[in-house]
């Protein structure tokens, strides 16, 4: 027996790294931080009058655009105070462009049972757990990260999805997309969505455990090493204000070079509760 709490939080308040802090803000570190709050009366709003009904929108309005002006003011003072971190900004989102470009010149992947419409049905799987120390201490002898461990691991549950429905699995391309927090370390405890997304080929052709993670490992560090996240950032800033049929394209055009997408958040570090009781598992 037990209880499970299932939330749902829209991407437009936050990714990832930002939906861990709205979880973990209904968490308790300790059972006795929880007590039930005073109840209070229900507060009646004014409705607004007619004047402020008619003037309101204006005003947000002119606000909207005192604060737009202040934005557009700063960023070109801060350009002007800072030439060499806006030139060093501009060449590493022009060589992520390019290495982008690359990406979105190669052919869509193939057809599979991992592509097809979306529906409004929604299906959800989840292993035992595994042990944090046994997943460094594979990846260890090669120097791999636990991130490395983890696609490599989730490559060959793929390989072997797809070899049980009569795919060649040593003759097809997967690709996943990958998210990278781009989040400034001042700013790490702020709502809203600061990632990058890298185009990662899966080592779906290596038969062999230890060399589907070394490969894997190959093309993480490829990928650290790329600014393609940068670059996709940028351009999801730029597509964000282009008309919808655009943007739509553009989504489109993305998501036809991957197959599935791959990301991991980390989990508390400490014993949670909640009203009291103790939370034995959380899965994102």
Not at 184 to 192: D, F, T, V
Request: net charge positive.
């Amino acid at each position: 027996g037990g209880s499970a709490l299932i939330t749902r939080m829209h991407h437009c308040i936050g990714d990832g790294t930002a939906s861990v802090l709205v979880a973990r803000a209904l968490f308790d570190t300790s059972p006795k931080d929880w007590r039930t709050p005073a109840a209070k009366p229900p507060r009646r709003e004014a409705k607004p009058g007619l004047v402020e009904r008619l003037f309101t929108p204006a005003i947000d309005a002119a606000e909207w655009s005192v604060a737009a002006v202040r934005s557009v003011v700063g960023g070109a003072i801060d350009a002007a105070t800072h030439p060499q971190q806006l030139a060093e900004t501009a060449a590493l989102v022009l060589a992520g462009a390019g290495t982008l470009a690359a990406e979105l010149l190669k052919r869509p992947d193939p057809r599979s049972p991992l592509k097809g419409e979306f529906g409004p049905g929604k299906r959800v799987a989840w292993s035992d757990p595994v042990r944090l120390a046994d997943v460094k201490a594979i990846g260890a002898p090669l120097g791999a990260k636990i991130n490395d461990v983890l696609v490599a691991a989730m490559t060959g549950a793929l390989r072997h999805y797809l070899k049980q429905r009569g795919v060649d699995v040593d003759g097809t391309t997967v690709r996943a997309m990958v998210p990278v927090d781009l989040r400034p370390p001042g700013r790490a405890s702020e709502l809203g969505n600061e990632f990058g997304l890298v185009i990662l080929e899966l080592a779906m052709g290596s038969k062999d455990p230890l060399a589907r993670l070394r490969r894997t490992k190959a093309h993480m560090d490829e990928l650290k090493r790329s600014p393609e996240a940068v670059a996709i950032l940028a351009l999801f800033n730029i597509f964000g204000h282009t008309p919808k049929a655009v943007e739509d394209l553009a989504v489109q055009l993305f998501g036809s070079k991957a197959s599935v997408v791959m990301t991991n958040v980390a989990g508390p570090q400490e014993p949670l509760y909640l009203a009291g009781v103790p939370i034995e598992r959380v899965m994102f």
